[in-house]
């Protein structure tokens, strides 16, 4: 009697998002296998008694398989599962292309620091992809930290099941999901939401090969940039330079404890003021600090706004990156504060000295521009309508732009010994090239 073959597919990857079907396709295999033997069986009297055991086996042995198989589950419906070196679920993106072991950046600090310039320059680059402030990622990583400041609550977590793994995980495909999902494809992915960095040793858990730039600003300016410009944060009160000031000091105080307890190889500290005086050397230091490739474009960010570097209309310095890398916020605050809190600065704002700043400068010497910076500078206070012009098509309410200034009446002002404000002497070097 001619054998009959029962020809048994089993796909190479069973994914969707049914998440019944990897057991439909387990029992038709079943099926399928114990087709042929089943005459046999009911004739030896044990086809009941064998029939679970080989379920069981098969069974087994189908498991086994499906966990090196890449899984798209129903409640995450973009995310891929497979095992990796570690024995560990990878957690990666739709596309795969992104995944809890890529370089990822994560650029913070401070709003008004210069984060949005950091991520400006960076999206200029060939290989970056940062965009617009997602700001879903620090309030997922401030959910998780509340969770674990309070003993009730945590306690309730690892009573239901959701004990660090599970929310780590899930935590980890949020953060990546956002990321991928968010703009363009690019070879190297970066997030810029300033309070990100309050969690950097938490996030070089989860993303063991991230790399982040904590962004440092004199803190007087940072102040007067928030205050000035109507930025609301949690916890500042816009009326009060002191109180706000405070605050600066509490929130660079962690985020710079958490850069260097992971380390100068995970996190680059970078001053606001030297990229602006230096850009060149401050952007090659960056790009090795993230094993990039050099690429010119970072110097001239300005040329690429609208097109590769996508703006949000709603943030409050998308007004400002529309411009070329010029001096013209660095000394804003001098002459802005109360004389109280100026007396008081290096009580109010002890990190200003930790970071190098003096307290009792005003204005302080940050340093002599570049050449590059000089010409940007120029071109920026000679041409302000036609800069003004573009900054107000990129927002979505004109009147926070601010307006062309007469830059050059104010520094003749000062040579005369008439000035409104104390002019820094590199503002002076600019105005009088």
Request: proline letters at 7%; one cysteine or more.
């Amino acid at each position: 009697m001619p054998s009959i073959a029962y020809p048994v597919r089993i796909p190479a990857v069973i994914h969707g998002p049914d998440p019944g079907r990897p057991f439909r396709v387990l029992a038709a295999v079943f099926r399928r296998l114990a087709r042929p033997v089943q005459p046999v069986l009911r004739m030896a009297g044990l086809g009941f008694r064998l029939r679970p055991f080989l379920a069981g086996v098969l069974s087994t042995l189908a498991i086994v398989y499906l966990a090196g198989l890449n899984f798209e589950g129903p409640s995450i419906s973009n995310l891929a599962y497979r095992k990796n070196e570690e024995s560990l679920p990878l957690i990666q993106s739709k596309d795969g292309r992104v995944n809890v072991s890529s370089p990822l950046i994560f650029i913070g600090g401070i709003p008004r620091s210069g984060t949005t310039l950091m991520r400006a320059m960076l999206d200029a680059h060939d290989e970056v992809r940062c965009g617009e402030e997602t700001r879903v990622i620090p309030r997922i990583l401030g959910l998780r930290s509340a969770w674990i400041k309070s003993e009730k609550e945590w306690k309730r977590l690892q009573e239901a099941g959701v004990n660090d793994e599970v929310i780590n995980s899930a935590i980890s495909s949020f953060i990546i999901q956002v990321i991928a999902g968010h703009g363009q494809p690019a070879r190297r992915y970066c997030n810029k939401d300033p309070f990100t960095l309050k969690s950097t040793e938490y996030l070089s858990q989860i993303f063991p090969n991230s790399r982040y730039i904590l962004m440092i600003r004199d803190g007087r300016a940072t102040v007067h940039s928030i205050i000035s410009r109507k930025v609301t944060i949690t916890g500042f009160d816009l009326t009060n330079y002191r109180q706000c000031l405070e605050r600066w000091n509490a929130g660079i105080s962690v985020m710079y404890e958490q850069c260097q307890n992971v380390g100068p190889q995970k996190c680059l500290m970078v001053w606001y003021e030297q990229l602006v005086l230096h850009p060149e050397a401050e952007m090659k230091k960056i790009l090795k600090f993230l094993d990039l490739p050099w690429d010119d474009r970072v110097l001239h960010h300005e040329m690429l706004v609208g097109k590769k570097i996508a703006l949000s209309k709603t943030e409050r310095s998308t007004d400002q990156i529309v411009k070329p890398v010029n001096i013209d916020a660095l000394t804003k605050w001098v002459g802005a504060i109360p004389d109280d809190v100026v007396a008081d600065m290096a009580a109010i704002a002890p990190m200003l000295s930790v970071l190098g700043y003096d307290p009792l400068a005003n204005p302080p010497n940050y340093g002599q521009p570049d050449d590059i910076v000089i010409k940007k500078t120029n071109d920026v206070r000679q041409n302000g309508q036609e800069w003004y012009q573009k900054a107000v098509a990129v927002v979505n309410d004109p009147d926070r732009v601010d307006k062309p200034h007469n830059y050059r009446r104010d520094v003749e002002n000062a040579l005369r010994g008439e000035p409104k404000i104390k002019v820094p002497r590199a503002q002076r070097m600019v105005d009088n090239d």
